[in-house]
């Protein structure tokens, strides 16, 4: 199966502060991901850096040329985004990695990407960066698949926070599904199931909240109940997936208990949907995952899943799901019309 890598040792360089969660080191995980990649000869690709037109497709242009003026300089977006010398010129790497992945899938060079970037992008929304994020790079993607002449696309998101910023942009477009499978109540306050789009994109915005403690079989019930029938009725032509693992259970920001054994499962059922919907075309985007062990493992099961000549039908995990079917309960509620 043919795979690329799209990552940098550029996302290095962007700094926060001693003890925050989003660090160097994430980046450094990274290039150990890749450094194994390439010695099992794995195909690595370079970034380019996404210009004001690929922004600005979701991205508001008071929002782009402030970012743009707080370069060389460190600064604070919220409590939580910070900016060093060199963010924004990384943050522009990052969304420019989906660029070249939805290239190379699209043109055929690459049939499945993988994209390992950081800071991360699903909080950003149209004219604000928050949740470590400065620029959507996923919405960048999308929206650049679309100009590529797709009619569909798919973004699913198991983050174990909602993609707050790539709903917004995307809430009123039919042509664009958003998926999201997160904890919820939390961070960043929004995901309810009742958060289904509005006017043309009514039902193309489906949340799937699960409460603190959901498991592997939570969320493996989720998506074999939900998420992939989904993805079977909408047909994308292109599958996007912000792939988080902060709902893993090492992780120091969530409170879920997903497996690497789990997001394997997940991953493998969202691989198998799309060599069933749209000729195996699948990008996987880094999100969050800050237990840089859980993030090395993770990263690296997706990338051996994509390189899979086979996938078999993943077994239905064992155990409690009354968390999960909770989630269904409230999506069907939500989305009964």
Known sequence: MSVVLVTSDRFADHLTPPGHPERVERAETMQVVTSRWRQQGGEVVAP???????????????????LKAARGRAGMLDADTYLSPDS????RFAAGAVLVAVDQVLDGTGRRAVVLVRPPGHHAEANRGMGFCLYNNIAVGAAWARTRGLSRVAIVDYDVHHGNGTQWMFYDDPT??????HQYPF??????????GKDAGVGYTVNFPLEAGATDADFDHVYSAAVIPLLQQFRPELVLVSAGFDAHERDPLGQMRVTTDGFGVLSTRLLRAAD????GRVIFVS??????????????RVLTLCASESLPAPPSIEGDTRRGERSLADFRRAHRR
Do not use: I, K, W
């Open 187 to 196: 961070y960043p306050g929004t995901g309810a199931a009742g958060e289904t």
């Open 176 to 181: 664009v599904l958003f998926v999201s499978s």
């Open 88 to 91: 924004e010129e990384v943050a």
């Open 287 to 300: 999100e969050g995952g800050y237990d840089t062990q859980a993030l090395a493992e993770c990263c690296q």
């Open 276 to 279: 069933e919907q749209c000729d």
């Open 48 to 66: 380019r850096e996404a210009t004001d037109e690929d922004l600005l497709r979701v991205h508001g242009a008071n929002y782009v040329e402030s």
